[in-house]
């Protein structure tokens, strides 16, 4: 990869970045309230956003900077099994379509907020409000270092060296986030998508022609992995149920974390999300395209220092400087969506399962929106220092368990939106047990997602996150069997 | 209503979590593996079948 600074790039660069910067701040007055000054408008953006603010920003929000890199850069490094981005990305939005709706109305109804607040709501548990609002926050943080990672890796390739413009860009979007609320990266995703759309399309089509079309790239791969002795283009079938268990998990999980979950309440209707579990699939093709840069780069016979460099050194090798600027600002941009709405949604349930809860519940809701404000700065520069001060592969390690985590409040707040069996004491149980035996499994087998299960003569590497999650459920059940029931629950006896 | 559309919902995690049913590489369609094409068929697939199942709600907005 080039170090040195490649001006065309750069001017192209600092032009998006620079209107995306002035578009959060003028977001404070779009779709203008009353005031800013209360947490439904600064932290869900008003809930008034329909279809296609909706599918930006959700869109902007889930297929993150980080996933443009990573993706690619798996596939590039194993084959396949990278691949199984594209069935977890299809299979989520029957789950959304299912589920959402009816979270969503919920909140509407009783004026949610975060997960925790529904739990809470549903449960009448402090204790289990609390379960999900510290996993929810957890979860996120090393979540938000990953978007830095991906910012990074599109500023190196730029040819900057040093942490300063990484500071820069992350003070900024810090500042309008402050003063904007979710307005800000809800009107930045408009660019910031359609930046990726773009790029993605014009990689797609312009790259395999270069090369010698699709056949020749599969096979350049093919090749390629053959030559190395490790990865494939098709699954070994060893990889059969790992690759579908990390799908499937991987899917339940996406809408469980914080940040798509902001997406889904600031919607404005249950039809809105409906609406977009059948047209945000558009992202998943881009995706699927997009992991086939991967190979693109076996065919290209790039020489990289890093997996992760290799749909920057794509861009730098097949395209003219400026269309690089180009697509390294949207990287860079595709990180500032996600970390904005990621913080946004930390700050949210700081607020309302933290600060509301234990440290002055009579807060009014333009306290609510000055405590969340400043939370959401303490998050970012928290990730900030997180990537500066400690080895990446800490972020990648808490990355991976955060899923794991995440996915062990699914229990919680799902089930009571379809049953009214479950108890708060088997639900926290069972949140214990696939939290803890769960981080335990993935400890011990070196922080790997995958685990070896052996049931009789049955071997099978599976996703530790849905081993988990098994765990979680079946505690759950038994301790619910156990322990009897209280008479009402605090939703319940106020209705 | 008719909501044993939502049974349609069900189809892609049968089509996408059975590996074995299409991990090969033949029939190759314009350049890519089966693996591939058939899996990135399944997007639009799936979109459609969402459809059919959003069709029985009544539009909120």
Known sequence: MKTELDIPAVAVFLFFFALVTVMGFVASKWRRPKTLASLDEWGLGGRQF????TWFLVGGDFYTAYTVIAVPALVYSVGAYGFFALPYTILVYPIVFMVMPRLWQVAKDNGYVTAAD??????GSRMLEAAVAITGVVATMPYIALQLIGMATAVKALGFEGELPLIAAFVVLALYTYSSGLRAPALIAFVKDIM????????????????GGYAAVFDAADQAFKAKGSGSILLQPSQYVAYATLALGSALAAFMYPHTLTGIFASKSATTIRKNAVLLPAYTLMLGLLALLGYMGHAAKLKLASNNDVVPALFQTLFPSWFAGFAFAAIAIGALVPAAVMSIGAANLFTRNFWKAYVNPQVDSAGEAAVAKIASLVVKVGALLVIIYLPTQFALDLQLLGGLWILQTLPALIFGLFTRWFTAPALLTGWVVGLFGGTYLAWTDGLKPLHMLSIGSFQAT?????????????????????VPKPVATAEAAST | MARHFLWL??????????????????????????????QLAWVPMTAFLTWLAYRTYANED
């Not at chain 1, 329909?50 to 603010?53: H, R």
């Not at chain 1, 089509?205 to 090369?211: A, C, Q, Y």
């Not at chain 1, 996150?465 to 301790?479: F, P």
């Not at chain 2, 069900?10 to 094409?37: A, E, K, Q, S, T």
């Open chain 1, 50 to 53: 329909g279809t296609w603010i």
């Open chain 1, 118 to 123: 529904v739990v809470h709501g549903r449960y």
């Open chain 1, 196 to 211: 990726i759309y773009i790029a993605v399309i014009a990689a797609v089509s312009v790259i395999p022609g270069k090369l």
């Open chain 1, 462 to 482: 599976v996703y530790v996150g849905l081993i988990a999650l098994v765990a979680n459920i079946v505690v759950a059940m038994l301790v619910n069997l156990v």
């Open chain 2, 9 to 38: 919902l069900l189809i892609p995690f049968v089509g996408l979590l059975w590996v074995p049913f299409y991990n090969f590489h033949d029939p190759v369609l314009f350049g890519f593996p089966f693996f591939y094409w058939y």
